[in-house]
């Protein structure tokens, strides 16, 4: 967990020098620090631009058109604002002293505007907002004295992990004055009653600025019943609808810009715009056409004047990730998932006809962040299950060259395993891939114990990405080969292969599991390191669900795959215990509506189908639930109820509680302790680790 971590690319305007933020830990003090750094990238200087504390978090910075001004979001001063510094001079300046925080920024071409993300009360300014906080804290709001209460009358009523208060996100545009000065920010609609931008992991990649300025462009959830749409009112059907819109306004004065037009009609996702850097009438974004479907294929879509678009890349069967313009307009980029990396590649723009994207950069690895420089270049957040990230300049079909080399010295201190791409014959006949991580050293006629991982989503996939959770080096390390299976509804084999788990759960997905350990324990590299009577899993979100389902499936699990002795251990994290009661407790309804084919009161007996709640009197593995406090997409009762089952009927199991970590185990202190409670846990069951299956690798270093 000491490795620095970097994120929030932004690429001067003569494309020589990068700004950036850099994440550094104190696992014995349990405090971070994420600052401004800056690259040059003539001679790959790096230094830090604003001066270090203990505690601070920076984010989204952005460049003046002159190439030395960078504004960006810092809490130095107590609350998160707009901080400006002065790159040649050093100087940094405080900009904003609003009452209530930021969160997002984002700054247009010509330096004209900053746009910045705030909760406010709908109708309230920030002032009102900072107000009516202030006696929501005293407990004064409904005149019964001090009392803490919410009343609802809609959806939702908590989403992710925070609970619902009234405030919703809206887009503030502050003029940019001069370098160092700004005007006063003004509320896009400050009326609505709308989160743009969306919950929960909505930001600046929702928005684009006209390169002129003469339009901004931003995503918001549309609340439609039937055909008639609120576009100021989200209403309880935004739970259960995943319809996203694009929505427009221009200036309309120097301190006023006109109401949203929102300029997508389709019932599905429209998301991420961006305007060509060199006509501020054509824009491309990201769409999908299957509606409550989020994980549907995401097409590249180019329109103009707000019309509706041509979808570029029809046919191709993989999903865009991030899209951006090349500096001169003549093709689109983006990344895209295919086969367990993400890569990078391009469109020319008018090649409506195209069959494939180009690809303008590959590798083993996951690149993201990308910022096309205007030498044709781009720059990239890139890593690897054998590479924390780091920043590099990525040169169409050249190369790369490293901008930051952080965590080197790290690295160098340790033995990471190698990763193996493997392929086999899984459910229906179908080519499965999996990853396969041996322990660092392999001693031959030894044998070690073998970690199944299971992805959650479940349309996700194990990918060449550095975790700092699920790390597979890390149960490598330890001394167990680690398989990840990207079993039938994994992303990035194509749409037909995502889609194969809708109303499947426990059919497809859960056969892959036990012939991709048949064919791991058979490889003809490893399969004589393994040791098929000392196997465990572990899952979280759906893979939670499928490690419970396993548990209540042991004999089919054991005699489908050839040479597995079933498991010996599970570890169980945010996973679903039972289908029905998923439907009520989850908030966002569109997923399980779509992957069960319907709502629960609707279609009872597609929740029944693989539902793990039937098959509890056949549990028997030991086993460790893991759950957060703040994780509302599986509330914690479901891992207490787990618990409450495997304890009434006497079967071995622990139950690890992180009162303060959602869906996602995040802070560093609190990933160590749980990789050190899950190995601690599953040691116990494959008997004594030998001294040759531990390398130097532990949680402390990842």
Known sequence: MRADRVSGVSVSPSGTRVAYFRRVWSVEANISSTQLWLADLDSTNNRRASPFIWGVTESNACWHK???????????????????????????????????PLFSLHCAP?????????????????????????????????????LDARLY??????????????????????????????????????????????????????????????AFSFTRRMSCDGDVCNPAEEGSNVAWSDNLDICTVTPADNSKWTAPSCISTNPAIDTDPRYSPTDPTIM????????????????????????????????????????????????????????????????????????EPDLFHSGNYTCSDINPTVSGDVIAIVSSMSAPANILLLQEGIGSVPITTFNSALLSSVQLSPVRDRAFIGAANDTVHMWIVP?????????????????????????????????????ASAGYF?????????????????????????????????????????????????????????????????????NGNMDEFRSGGQGNQGLKALVTQDGVLDNRAMYYHTEELWWPEHDMGGA?????DNYEKYNPLHYISRWSTPTLIVHG?????????????????????????????????????????????????VLGFINGYVGEVNATEVSQLDSYEL
């Open 66 to 100: 002159d190439g030395k001004h960078i504004v960006f979001l810092s809490d130095r001063g107590g609350s998160m604002q707009i901080w400006l510094v002065d790159t040649v001079a050093r100087n940094l300046l405080q900009l904003s002293r609003y009452p209530i």
């Open 110 to 146: 010509n330096s004209d505007y900053i746009a910045v993300a705030a909760q406010v009360f709908p109708g309230k300014t920030m002032a009102q907002t900072a107000e009516l906080m202030e006696q929501y804290v005293k407990g004064k709001v409904y005149g019964y004295g001090k």
């Open 153 to 214: 009358s809609k959806l939702f009523v908590r989403h992710w992990d925070e609970w619902r208060d009234g405030r919703r996100n809206h887009i503030f545009l502050v003029p940019w004055l001069t370098g160092t000065t700004i005007g006063t920010a003004w509320d896009l609609a400050v009326d609505w009653d709308v989160d743009f931008p969306t919950r929960p992991f909505g930001g600046r990649g929702e928005w684009s600025f006209a390169p002129d300025s003469s």
């Open 284 to 355: 491309a974004h990201v769409r999908t056409s299957n509606p409550g479907y989020e994980n549907s294929k995401r097409q590249l879509v180019v329109s103009s004047n707000g019309g509706d678009g041509v979808v570029y890349l029809k046919e191709w069967p993989y999903s865009v990730g991030q899209v951006e313009w090349a500096a001169d307009g003549k093709k689109i980029l983006f990344t895209a998932e295919v086969e367990g990396v993400i890569n990078l590649y391009s469109v020319d723009n008018g090649n409506t006809k195209a069959a």
């Open 439 to 475: 322990p660092p050293t392999l001693v031959e006629g030894h044998q070690y114990p073998v970690a199944l991982l299971i992805h959650g989503g479940p349309q996700n996939a194990w990918i060449q990405f550095w975790s700092y959770e699920w790390n597979p080096q890390l149960f």
């Open 482 to 550: 680690t398989v990840l299976i990207n079993f039938h509804g994994s992303s990035g084999y194509g749409q037909d292969f995502v889609d194969s788990i809708t109303m499947d759960w426990g059919g497809k997905p859960f056969q892959d599991q036990y012939l991709g350990l048949e064919a791991a324990l058979a490889d003809e590299e490893y399969g004589k390191y393994m040791d098929a009577t000392r196997c465990v899993a572990l899952g979280a979100s759906f893979g939670g669900y499928m490690v419970n389902w396993i």
């Open 600 to 604: 629960q009161f609707a279609v009872p």
């Open 629 to 677: 406090g703040r994780d509302y997409r599986l509330p914690e009762t479901v891992s207490t109820s787990i618990f409450n089952a495997l304890q009434r009927q006497g079967k071995e199991s622990k139950f690890l509680y992180l009162p303060e970590e959602n869906h996602h185990i995040e802070n560093p202190v609190s990933v160590e302790f749980w990789m050190d409670n």
